[in-house]
């Protein structure tokens, strides 16, 4: 009865009637809901029957799934009972039980919730020992789940827990508590703010608001003071949400401002400061919402707490803390607008570099928030950024920059004061210089090479839509295209232009407009001509180091800028450069490697001056170019294409004193020294002589004179000094590598006519000016070096006559070399061969010389049969059995072994090509048995191979020339051959079958038959057996596809070079031969009756050898076949011989036989 009493006061406070009531109002209604479940539940709670917390879990699921009605009052306040005795009990109960009782109240409130709400009402005004702690949990589960039906019970709710707050003092209980002070004190705070829509009456309000400041001073006079982290943090939480609601109510305010030091004070009281900061941005979500003046006092201290919080570098902070303690000072700035921005202008001149920092980075999140105050204050915001632009650390700059970034994103106009975009670029080049000086830790490179990215991406994402950006951008963009130091910024700059001409800016003002004291302070370079910026992104398209990407940034440069470069380029860059661009992208399939790429380029440059068809513009361009390779340093990655470049712009001028002065300029300039600087004049000469060949002839001509003393020149002890210095060594081995080079780039008719006379002759001037020294004074001479400069010359002179020998046998069959002149050159190039031969140590010069001759060789008259032996005779020594296998294993060990091999691996291949041309000039049948009968039974390996590879190319000629020659040494090639085949380098043994399969080939069309080879093929894959005999086993194989197809007329050739490989091979190779001489004599031995004594005479001279041991069985097995195939012969061959000079061995034999087949 006294619940019932309790309810109905209850019930009249919060204007609701009570259900019993309404059922007598109204008469009994019976519930269509069976109650049985609910009722058996409760009499088994009742009974205390199993386990409670189960039937609470049951209980509670029959609640929430019964939707079609509600039990009875009669139940309800009976399971209300039962469930308060769990939830209540001071002990004996446990948790489990406790929260499954909580979780039937809640569900039961689904249906029943005034009943629920009184009797949790009940329990937080009752004084007696129980539990309150799961009424608080309850009562915090029913304002989650029911958030508007709690609303009526406000008031109670908020007097109830004050009277609760006296009784608890720490530990889970009081964290519970300010949950739901929290949640309840959010529940008043919406409702309030919901204007019209507010539930409560103007009186009922201001009971709610009164109740809940009682709360609040009674939470700050019980819990102000709590130690424990987790009370502190629960409390802050509650006090911060009621704060928030008193803070609508002007009579109350005065009260929270007086809170707010204890709330900024929490910074040092908590350790997780993450919830202060999230405390105090609810309570500045609140100010912000209200029309009230915060005390200056009071923001100073919310603004200096939380500023130092986010620039204290002590701490570490994740990045959520730090983005809500940025979002605090920004709803600071929204409330109090120019305290905030003062503030943090006040913080740009602090000494600490993190305060410093961390004001850059708030004053760029307000330029982004694109507040109106901050939009008024941004231009004195920016002047005071600008104060620190010359600031040295590291972190600042970075900060500057991301200032610079976001006021450039939505408000360039206010930048007019500062040269933002001198800025940006001044950080790149400061960057680029500190990484270069190369005295930086590892970090600090890493730091500088972060800053050079900040400010590619500064420019790259700037949006040039926004008000202002246009003007700010162009044209002083134009000032950072052409200094080196910005070369890397090219990419964004290309972006930005490109974006500027899409929308028709590029037109809006002229660099003569912009003030001359920003253009004198920022640009300090040339003046920026039209040619000045073709000259320097053509540099940046054409050099293979910068990379792709600012290859393409610097071609559409050039594309998006062609009105200023020249009025006359624009369609047809529109149409080129794109076709580049694919090539840049690899869209072009047929774009190989950088000198095609190059090629490309410098294509584009001379259609575009053709099309200008500017005298005057191309002479300035050439002069530009000019200047531009002046200043480069030879270790310049550049230097190589502006050297090109120039040619190419020096080809197309008209003006021949003009040519000649920059050719002149240059020549005297480059240092010959460096082989760089000599391939750098040769390729300027080259392309200039494009159209100016003449002009270029005579140029060379001139400096070659002032190189080279006259016959009956009489010069002072200084001149000779200058003519014998290194340089001018090196100068005319240059002038001789750019006269062949010269000849290359000829027509036929100048070549005709200026080959023999001026290129020969001033080729031959200069190489003989070097070769003076010898004839001068003792004195004279000590200021002459030979040695590497003496290399150097012969060098130069062989590869000039392969470059113009070359040419003039490109001109056709028609053309006739002078006779004398070619013997001359011929007379030098044999020299060459045999000073090296004669014990010079490993030099690239006689690799070189067979290229040579390869290439005069093709020239008419044609040389004649001795001239070529000879000449043959002294490439073989100097190619294929030079240099020594002790000189081969002293070559792996140096630096330059991989070039050398390479050139000597070149050199192989034209000494096949010079024994082509020698077999198609030779007139001589006997020719062929010189050129092949080189080294191929050496003992050094290294010959070996080179001869098979010299004899397989040549091979491979004669077969494409249907030559017979081959044929005419069948016999003593596969003599040869054969024991190659067990040689004991695999290439060797590859070489040696595939010289074996193009004989048998070429024998096969001069006999015009059909020979029978078999699958050679595939048996080249046992020569590469490691197994030794495996490889005999493959050997003995095709040696029997050999005799099957051998002309007997050529046996005693065989037998001569199986001789030799037995006197002068060893190992492997000697019993492969022997097994091929066995084959050959069984498989053909009854067929060659008439060559018995010869044969018989070859073995015999073979029994004198010292090495007897290692292939005497094979000849006695060679005799018995011989002797067994045709006796009659055999034996009577025998006494044909004489028998003085026979060996012991040799006489054993002979008995032998004697014995056996003389009956």
């Not at 915060?294 to 983005?323: C, G, H, M, V, W």
């Not at 503030?343 to 920092?357: I, M, P, T, Y």
């Not at 007019?416 to 670029?425: E, L, N, P, Q």
């Amino acid at each position: 009865m006294e619940r019932l009493r309790a309810l109905r006061g209850l019930f009249a406070c919060v204007g609701c009637m009570p259900r019993c009531t309404r059922r007598r109002g109204r008469g009994r209604v019976a519930s269509p809901v069976p109650t049985c479940a609910v009722t058996l539940l409760l009499q088994r709670l009742q009974d205390q029957e199993g386990d409670r917390a189960q039937v609470y879990y049951e209980l509670e699921s029959v609640l929430w799934e019964d939707d079609d009605g509600r039990p009875p009052c009669g139940v309800v306040n009976r399971l209300l009972a039962e469930v308060s005795q769990d939830l209540t009990a001071a002990q004996g109960v446990t948790d489990s039980v406790r929260t499954a009782a909580s979780n039937v109240l809640v569900a039961l409130a689904r249906m029943h919730f005034s009943l629920v709400m009184a009797e949790l009402q009940g329990h937080l005004k009752a004084t007696g020992e129980m539990s309150k702690e799961f009424v608080f949990i309850t009562l915090s589960k029913l304002f989650s789940s029911y958030a508007t039906q709690c609303i009526p019970f406000m008031r109670l709710t908020l007097a109830g827990l004050r009277s609760v707050v006296d009784q608890v003092k720490s530990g889970r209980t009081l964290s519970i508590v300010c949950t739901v002070v929290k949640q309840w004190s959010e529940g008043v705070k919406v409702h309030l703010s919901s204007g019209k829509q507010c539930p409560w009456p103007a009186m009922e309000k201001e009971q709610i608001c009164e109740n809940l400041y009682q709360l609040f001073c009674s939470v700050l006079r019980n819990w102000q003071v709590c130690k424990e982290e987790k009370d502190k943090q629960a409390v802050l939480g509650a006090v911060v949400a009621m704060m928030a609601v008193l803070l609508q109510e002007e009579l109350h305010q005065e009260h929270v401002w007086e809170q707010l030091l204890w709330l900024v004070h929490q910074y040092q009281e908590v350790q997780d400061t993450c919830r202060a900061t999230k405390s105090l941005s609810i309570f500045l979500e609140a100010l912000k919402g209200i029309e009230t003046v915060i005390p200056k006092d009071k923001f100073l201290a919310i603004t200096s707490a939380t500023f130092y919080q986010l620039s204290d570098n002590t701490k570490q902070r994740n990045k959520a803390d730090r983005e809500e303690l940025t979002h605090c000072i920004l709803l600071q700035a929204q409330i109090c607008a120019e305290e905030t921005i003062l503030f943090l202008q006040s913080q740009l001149g602090d000494e600490r570099k993190a305060s410093c920092v961390a004001a850059l980075g708030l004053l760029g999140a307000l330029a982004r928030s694109d507040e109106p105050v901050m939009t008024e204050k941004l231009p004195q915001v920016v002047e005071s950024v600008q104060c620190l632009c010359r600031d040295p650390r590291t972190q600042v700059r970075r900060a500057i920059l991301h200032f610079i970034k976001d006021v450039l994103s939505v408000n360039a106009w206010s930048c007019s004061a500062w040269d933002v975009v001198g800025h940006i670029f001044s950080e790149f080049s400061r960057t680029t210089e500190r990484r270069a000086a190369g005295n930086l830790s590892a970090q600090e490179a890493q730091e500088e090479g972060e800053l050079q990215e900040l400010c590619m991406d500064i420019l790259e994402s700037l949006d040039v839509s926004v008000r202002g950006v246009t003007k700010l951008l162009w044209p002083r963009l134009l000032l950072y295209v052409v200094p080196a130091q910005y070369t890397g910024m090219l990419i964004p700059v290309s972006r930005c232009v490109r974006a500027l001409a899409e929308r028709g800016d590029l037109t809006v003002q002229e660099i003569e407009e912009l003030d001359p004291h920003f253009v004198t302070s920022m640009f300090q370079g040339p003046l920026l001509t039209p040619q000045t910026l073709l000259a320097r992104l053509l540099v940046v398209a054409g050099s293979p180091f910068a990379g792709s990407e600012l290859q393409a940034a610097a071609l559409l440069l050039m594309q998006n800028l062609h009105s200023r470069i020249h009025r006359a380029v624009g369609a047809t860059w529109a149409a080129e450069i794109p076709l580049l661009l694919q090539c840049l992208e690899g869209k072009d399939e047929s774009f190989p490697d950088s000198a095609e790429w190059e090629h490309r380029l410098l294509k584009l440059l001379r259609t575009s001056l053709e099309t200008m068809e500017d005298e005057a513009w191309a002479e300035a361009l050439s002069c530009e170019l000019s200047r531009w390779l002046s200043s480069s340093p030879s270790s310049s990655e550049e230097k190589s294409f502006l050297y090109k470049a120039l040619g190419a712009v020096l080809g197309a001028c008209k003006e021949v004193l003009h040519v000649q002065e920059k050719l002149l300029q240059h020549l005297e300039e480059a240092n010959m020294e460096k082989p760089s600087e000599v391939q750098g004049m040769i390729s300027l000469l080259s392309y200039a002589t494009e159209s100016n060949f003449h002009t270029v002839l005579d140029t060379l001509t001139m400096f070659a004179s002032r190189l080279c003393k006259g016959k009956n020149e009489k010069t002072s002890i200084l001149k000779e000094m200058e003519l014998g210095s290194t340089r001018a060594h090196a100068t005319r081995s240059a002038l001789i590598l750019a006269h062949g080079s010269l000849a290359l780039r000829a027509s036929k008719e100048q070549l005709l006519v200026h080959l023999e006379g001026d290129i020969v002759g001033n080729i031959l001037l200069l190489y003989s000016c070097s070769c003076q020294p010898s004839a001068l004074p003792a004195l004279q001479r000590m200021f002459f070096s030979l040695g590497p400069q003496d290399l150097q010359n012969k060098l130069a002179l062989v590869q000039s006559i392969t470059d113009f020998s070359s040419a003039f046998h490109a001109v056709g069959d028609s053309a006739c070399f002078n006779p004398s002149l070619k013997g001359k050159l011929m007379e030098i190039l044999m020299d060459f061969l045999k000073e090296y031969y004669l014990g010079s140590p490993v030099s690239p010069v006689p690799l070189k010389v067979v290229l040579a001759l390869e290439q005069l060789s093709k020239l008419k008259p044609y040389l004649g049969s001795k001239d070529m032996f000879e000449m043959l005779v002294l490439c073989c020594k100097n190619i294929v059995t030079h240099p020594s296998a002790e000189m081969m294993r002293k070559i792996r060990k140096s630096q330059q072994a991989a070039q050398y091999l390479q050139l000597q691996q070149t050199s192989l291949k034209a000494l096949s090509r010079l024994m082509v041309v020698l077999l198609e000039t030779e007139p001589s049948r006997g020719f062929f048995q010189n050129i092949v009968h080189i080294a191929m039974t050496s003992g050094n390996m290294w010959e070996r191979k080179r001869a098979l590879q010299t004899c397989s190319q040549l091979l491979a000629a004669c077969e494409n020339l249907q030559r017979g020659d081959a044929c005419k040494h069948f016999g003593s090639l596969v003599g040869l051959l054969a024991p190659l085949m067990c040689d004991p380098m695999p290439t060797t043994r590859q070489l040696a079958i595939t010289c074996l399969s193009s004989l048998l080939r070429i024998q096969a069309k001069v006999t015009n038959r059909v020979i029978q080879t078999g699958d050679i093929g595939s048996l080249c894959e046992g020569l590469n057996d490691c197994s030794t005999t495996s490889q005999l086993q493959t050997s003995s194989k095709i040696a029997r596809i050999v005799c099957r197809n051998f002309p007997l007329d050529h046996t005693t050739d065989f037998m001569m070079a199986i001789k030799d490989t037995f006197q002068k091979a060893r190992g492997m190779r000697v019993r492969a031969a022997g097994k091929w001489m066995i084959t050959f004599l069984q498989m053909n031995g009854k067929n060659i009756r008439r060559d018995t004594l010869l044969i018989l005479y070859i073995l015999r001279s073979c029994t004198l050898s010292l090495q007897q041991s290692t292939f005497m069985p094979f000849i006695f097995q060679a005799v018995v076949i011989l002797t067994r195939c045709n006796a009659e012969a055999t034996v009577g061959s025998f006494s044909r011989l004489p028998e003085s000079t026979d060996s012991e061995t040799w006489r054993r034999i002979r008995s032998f036989c004697l014995q056996r087949w003389s009956r």
